[in-house]
């Protein structure tokens, strides 16, 4: 054992003390110098101890959470609500409400933060591609088997963005349709038939939207429990199932990413092993896919999206890197699956909890279906009605109010960039953002800022704030046929509300899936599945509250339901709800709410 002597001990004391003293006078200079900066861009501004997006606030936030949480409000109100990224989508539009300004600069010690839900600051973002850029550092986040096209800017990102956005043709679209609509009927038959457990609904339709995505891009069937099928040879046998492997290793990204490669691979920890054994598994999957496109081509077999990242990776023009081909199947099941099931399962609670519109909603559906067996809906006709009808009315609001991304990362580059942004007054303003700065579209606060989204009056009973169940109002974006009608010949005359309110409202104040350049690449892909499924489901089954009792238990079961849609909703991959809420699945004509007399509500 090594005793350090008296002077020695002294010595270590002193150096420890003056390098944390020249830390705190080095951070205490940073801050001051980077308020100087914020202020002379004429933008709200506040002052922050953390930085939203430091890896060091991300890892210990959770522990410490419960203690900042104690602190006096007026120490933590200006800035913490937009410092946990977790917490983005509950607080909303509120932090904006707060500074009495749609745009804010959270002004941290070393690195400055600019949070926008301005209509004219998105705009602004969504068309600036050269200079107000992807922040590729912190996407690195999602570079688990390889580059990708959303983690990736300049050159390589429009290399990637032509090879990823080549993959969407018509077929993929009608695929997504007709896969969409089968897949679905399995699934009706399996929500009425098996008994509720927790977080039942949620898997159900990450393996139907997991199944979707991989049958239309990639040519690659699961059976309805995810286990990978090959026509052309034989998968390799691994410890987790196709879809288990990507869903764990999904849901380990975090720790994959914090952790250096040959840590994980060794450490004794649990979830090193799991991470480290599940980014194994889902790898090997991937080869197993490009194995059996080179096998099809040589076959003959018609293309899909594989098939442009495979012609890609041959072509000696393009030469896509095998990394990037496994890095891009990555990320386009990640968006293909977690987005639309946690997206669909928002809405069959919601429907859930509101039984009128959910049998309007059906009734618009038979409308559209007249009794035709769902096996002969077509992409060509049956799409376009349904998405122009009550189906898309209820994607679009949901959309709204549950967006998947509560915020849109971009930053400044090596240079001060301008920026249009709204003032309090209404007028607009030529900011100057500084180098390096975080730019955050808070898209939760784009789509509830109460100026261009008027909030039901009423909270449901038992719902705490942000009151996100009782703003859901998907009928807002039905008009009469042909025509725009009042809010008030909205609410009066629902049956005729027959036609999607498609444009019309001010740019830059919708933008589930962002806009401009950089925005998704599987937004009519998404539409068409969210469309598909919803309408196949709804079209055999109604959903419902699971409560024991009459109208009262119901109520109470509604009141809990609506909390949870309040207090429960954050992000891992996309935005979900983290609590569980059991429902039930029917026959139609079978519902309790007919006994109980819900049909008011
Ligand atoms: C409800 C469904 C979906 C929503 C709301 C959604 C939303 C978004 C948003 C907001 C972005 C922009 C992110 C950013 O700029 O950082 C994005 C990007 C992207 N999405 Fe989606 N998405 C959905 C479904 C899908 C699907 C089904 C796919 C593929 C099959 C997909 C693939 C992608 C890809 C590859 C990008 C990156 C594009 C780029 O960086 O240039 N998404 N999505």
Request: a neutral charge; charged letters at 20%.
């Amino acid at each position: 054992m090594i005793v350090l002597s008296a002077p020695t001990l002294a010595t270590l004391a002193s150096t420890s003390l003056a390098l944390i003293g020249s830390y705190f006078l080095y951070a205490l200079f940073s801050l001051f110098r980077n308020v100087q900066v914020a202020k002379k861009t004429g933008i709200a501004y506040t002052i922050a101890p953390v930085h939203v997006s430091n890896k060091l606030w991300l890892g210990l936030q959770k522990p410490l959470l419960p203690y900042i949480n104690q602190a006096p409000k007026w120490m933590t109100q200006s800035w913490l609500p937009v410092s946990v990224y977790d917490q983005i989508w509950r607080h909303g539009y509120a932090p904006f409400e707060y500074h009495k300004s749609t745009t804010i600069l959270v002004v941290s010690p070393f690195r400055t933060v600019l949070w926008t839900c301005s209509p004219t600051a998105v705009v602004d973002v969504s068309r600036r591609r050269n200079d107000i850029l992807k922040p590729v550092d912190e996407l690195a986040l999602l570079n688990v088997h390889g580059p990708t096209v959303t983690s990736s800017d300049g050159e390589q990102g429009r290399r990637y963005r032509k090879v990823t956005t080549s993959c969407f043709g018509h077929h993929i679209f009608e695929g997504a349709w007709n896969e969409g609509v089968e897949r679905a009927g399995i699934l009706t038959n399996r929500l009425v038939s098996s008994v509720e457990y927790p977080g039942r609904v949620k898997k159900e339709l990450e393996l139907v939207t997991f199944a979707v995505v991989s049958e239309v891009c990639f040519g690659i069937s699961a059976t309805p429990d995810g286990d990978m099928v090959l026509r052309r040879h034989t998968p390799h046998k691994g410890r987790l199932s196709y879809w288990e492997s990507f869903a764990v290793s999904a849901d380990f990204m975090g720790v994959t990413y914090m952790t250096p490669k040959a840590v994980l691979k060794r450490s004794p920890f649990e979830m090193h092993r799991i991470a480290s054994t599940s980014n194994e598994e889902w790898s090997s999957y991937m080869e197993d896919m490009i194995v059996e496109k080179k096998l099809e081509r040589e076959a003959g077999a018609d293309k899909d999206a594989i098939d442009s990242l495979y012609s890609a990776s041959i072509d000696p023009k393009v030469k896509l890197e095998h990394e990037a081909v496994l890095g891009n199947i990555w990320v386009f099941v990640l968006g293909g699956f977690h987005t639309s099931a946690n997206t669909l399962h928002f809405i069959l609670i919601l429907l859930a909890i509101y039984p009128s519109i959910q049998s309007t909603l059906q009734q618009s559906i038979d409308a559209i279906s007249k009794d035709r067996d769902p096996s002969t809906w077509s992409h060509a006709v049956d799409f376009p009605a349904f998405l122009n009808s009550h189906v898309g009315a209820v994607v679009a609001e949901t959309l709204r109010c549950f967006g998947v991304l509560p915020w849109i990362p971009k930053t400044t580059g090596d240079v001060p960039t301008p920026l249009m942004v709204d003032r309090p007054d209404g007028s607009k303003h030529r900011a100057v953002i500084p180098p390096h700065t975080l730019v955050l579209v808070n898209t939760s606060a784009v789509h509830r800022n109460p100026a261009h989204w008027p909030q039901a009056e009423n909270a449901i009973a038992g719902e705490d704030e942000p009151f996100a169940a009782s703003g859901w109002n998907p009928w807002r974006w039905l008009k009469k046929t042909n025509q725009k009608t009042s809010a008030a010949e909205l609410e009066s005359d629902e049956t005729e509300l027959t036609s999607l309110i498609t444009s019309g409202w001010e740019p830059g104040t919708y933008i589930p899936f962002s806009d401009g350049a950089r925005a998704c690449i599987g937004k009519r892909f998404a539409q068409t599945e969210l469309c598909a499924v919803l309408a196949r489901i709804m079209r055999d089954c109604s959903v419902e509250l699971a409560f024991d009792g009459g109208k009262k238990q119901w109520m109470q079961a509604r009141g809990e339901a609506a909390r949870k849609l309040s207090q429960n909703v954050g992000i891992t991959l996309a935005l979900e709800l983290k609590a569980d809420v059991p429902l039930n699945f029917v026959q139609r004509g079978k519902e309790r709410w007919l006994d109980a007399d819900l049909m008011s509500l």
